[in-house]
Every structure is written in structure tokens, then in C-alpha cells.
């Protein structure tokens, strides 16, 4: 009797540890949101959804690696458009998104482990395009197209500049090469890598207005103590010349 009691106490436990393990599996430490933003984060079938393992890109591995250091589990899913995982990690306790620019306006929204990697702001223009910018004040003549949602776009639009927005910031690479805006407003090196991958090379900067550093944004929900075990993994990447050797695989 006492055998027997002992094997089903053993097989309680055996289902109970499986059990704490699919939760675990099931409910991770953070919902992980990302957008097809290359070379930072993309879907490896050029799709607007995947998850885990079908998502890859510089930001994409540096999380990964991070979150294996700091002992965090995650789940991540990569989705469109930019303003929808934006609000669902604002709103969503444990919810995050990546990559995002560290805006003023933005600082107190979010809790944030970063950077990741540059983003500098530039304007593109074809190749034998005659427009010469000294500032951001001389474009303010002329047709720009951005990104919606995008941080570039809503600096622009702030200025009282009213750029011309599109879902996909690589269909700016054709509308520029098309003459339907003379210039494209958007990061270096997203543009011109997204530029490549529409079959469009050969684009100039004529303007380079900003410089920006892009970031994992966490609700505020989150604990500081993953905020902060998050932000040593990357420090520690970082020093050991991780993030340059996962940057050079993509650049």
C-alpha cells in the first residue's frame, strides 16, 4: 500500500511539474510585438505576420539572445501595422514593442531597454535629383513621403510639414522613383536596404536631420527588476562585442 501510495504521489508531482511547465510555456514573462522594420526586424517570408522562430533581423536577435541571459521568457509575434502594436504595448500589461525610437513625448509611456541599434533620420532623393538641403526647413517646399505611425512622420507632421504617409514605408522607394514625391523621409539603414529589396538602388541622401537611437518599449506594467536584468544582458552583449557580430551579419 505504501508503494503504491508513493508512485501516485510521484505521478502528482510528475503532472503537476508538467503542468507548471506548460503554463509557463503558455503564459511567458513578456508578449514580445515587432513589424517588419528591416534590417532591425522582418519576417523571413516577407509577409506581414509570423511568429518565434519565422522572424528574424539584427533587434530580433539581440532580444532573443538578451532574454536567454536575463532567464525571460517571451513570446513574439510580428504583425502590421506599426500603430496597432504600438497601442496594444501601451496598453497591455507585459506587453512590448520593438524597435522604437526614444522621443521626448514618448520617454514616460513606456519602460525601455536599449539602445539597439542606431536610426538616423535622412532624406532620400533619385539619383539625378537636383535638390540641394542644407536644412529641414528648405523641404518644407517640396512633396515628402514618410511612414504612418512612424516617428519621422510624426516629427514632420509636427513641424507643420504634412508628409505624405503610406502602410509600408518601401513603397516610398517606387513612389520616389516614380515622381509621385520627390523625397523620402526615413531611417538610415531601413531605407536603403528597403529600397534594395524593391529592386531600387542608386538613391542619394541630400539631408540628414536627426539622429536617433531605437529601443525595446515595455508597458509600464512591467517589473523593474526585468526591466533592469534585461538591460545588464544587453550591457553585457554589448562589451563582449555581441551586438557589432549580430550587426555584421545583417550589414
Known amino acids: 500500500m505504501l508503494r503504491r501510495l508513493l508512485f501516485v504521489l510521484a505521478s502528482a508531482s510528475l503532472l503537476l511539474a508538467t503542468a507548471v511547465q506548460a503554463a509557463e510555456k503558455t503564459n511567458p514573462d513578456l508578449v514580445l510585438l515587432t513589424e517588419n522594420f528591416p534590417p532591425y526586424n522582418m519576417a523571413k517570408n516577407g509577409k506581414n ?5 519565422n522572424i528574424n533581423g539584427i533587434a530580433v536577435d539581440i532580444v532573443r539572445e538578451i532574454c536567454k541571459r536575463a532567464n525571460v521568457t517571451y513570446s513574439l509575434t510580428l504583425r502590421f ?7 496594444l504595448a501601451l496598453e497591455k500589461p507585459g506587453y512590448g514593442v520593438f524597435v522604437m525610437a526614444r522621443l521626448p513625448d514618448r520617454e514616460k509611456l513606456f519602460k525601455w531597454v536599449g539602445p539597439l541599434g ?15 538641403l542644407e ?17 519621422i512622420a510624426e516629427t514632420l507632421s509636427k513641424q507643420g510639414m504634412a508628409p505624405i504617409v503610406v502602410l509600408r514605408d518601401q513603397d516610398n522607394a517606387k513612389k520616389l522613383v516614380n515622381g509621385q514625391i520627390d ?6 539603414p531601413a531605407g536603403r536596404y528597403l529600397a534594395r529589396q524593391e529592386g531600387v538602388t542608386g538613391l542619394k541622401t541630400v539631408l540628414r536631420f536627426n ?10 506594467d512591467v517589473p523593474d527588476e526585468v526591466v533592469a536584468r534585461l538591460q545588464a544582458a544587453l550591457d553585457e552583449l554589448r562589451k563582449e562585442g555581441g551586438v557589432d557580430d549580430i550587426m555584421a551579419r545583417y550589414l
Open 118 to 132: 542606431p536610426d538616423d533620420w535622412i532624406m532620400l532623393a533619385k539619383a539625378d535629383s537636383k535638390i540641394v
Open 81 to 87: 501595422p506599426w500603430e496597432r502594436i504600438y497601442k
Open 49 to 53: 505576420f509570423a511568429q518565434d522562430e
Open 183 to 188: 523625397l523620402w523621409a526615413t531611417g538610415d
Open 211 to 220: 539622429s536617433a537611437e531605437l529601443y525595446l518599449a515595455l508597458n509600464k
Open 135 to 151: 536644412s529641414l526647413e528648405q523641404a518644407r517646399k517640396y512633396k515628402i513621403g514618410a511612414y504612418k505611425g512612424d516617428a
